[in-house]
C-alpha cells in the first residue's frame, strides 16, 4: 500500500473473507475487507488514543476532527457526506484505547468519497477554536457544545451513572 502504509497482518473471518490490517509511520492503522460485487465497501480507520485521564481529549479531538479539514473547509462537511443516501453506516467513534472513523457502502463511488473525506480529516485536521466552541463546549453557546449534550445524554443513563459513581 503506498503512502507509508506497511502491511501489519491479514486474517480470514469465518466467511472467508480477507481482512488486512495496514500500519501507518504515524501510528494510523487501517483494516481492509476485501468484498465482492455483492458485499459492501466498508473501512475502518483505528488511531491510538489511549485515556490517561478523564478529561475527554480524545473524544474531542473525534468530534473536533470531523469539523472540517483543508481539503473540506466547511465545518458540517462531516454532515454533507453523511446525507449521501447510498452508505449504510458512516460515523465515528472513542473507546478507551482507540478512536475509530468508520464506514460502509455497496457504492463505489461513494466508498472513494468517504476514504478521501474521513483520510483528510485525520491527517489534515481544520482545527478552529470557534468550532470547539460550537462542537465540544462552551457556555454562551445555546446548546453548550455537541459533545456536552452527548455526554449529558450518557449521564441521563442511571445504570451507566452507577457504574461511574
Ligand atoms: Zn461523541
Redesign the pocket.
Known amino acids: 500500500m503506498p503512502h507509508g502504509f506497511i502491511l501489519l497482518t491479514q486474517q480470514t473471518d469465518a466467511d472467508g473473507a480477507l481482512w488486512q490490517c495496514f500500519r501507518h509511520q504515524s501510528g494510523l492503522r487501517h483494516w481492509h475487507k476485501t468484498t465482492s460485487n455483492k458485499q459492501p465497501f466498508c473501512a475502518s480507520f483505528i488511531i491510538n488514543t489511549p485515556v490517561n485521564d478523564d478529561s475527554g481529549m480524545s473524544?474531542a479531538l473525534?468530534?473536533m476532527i470531523l469539523r472540517g479539514n483543508i481539503k473540506y473547509p466547511q465545518p458540517n462537511s462531516f454532515l454533507q457526506h453523511r446525507a449521501i443516501a447510498d452508505y449504510q453506516h458512516f460515523n465515528?467513534?472513542?473507546q478507551l484505547t482507540d478512536t475509530r472513523f468508520h464506514f460502509a457502502t455497496t457504492q463505489a463511488p461513494t466508498a472513494l468519497k468517504l476514504l478521501d473525506f474521513i483520510s483528510h480529516s485525520i491527517c489534515n485536521p481544520n482545527l478552529k477554536l470557534k468550532d470547539f466552541n460550537h462542537e465540544i463546549y462552551h457556555p454562551s453557546n445555546q446548546w453548550r457544545g455537541?459533545?456536552y449534550n452527548?455526554m449529558q445524554a450518557i449521564w441521563r443513563i442511571k445504570s451507566l451513572r452507577n457504574r461511574l459513581s
Open positions: 473524544h473525534e468530534h465515528a467513534s472513542t455537541v459533545l452527548e
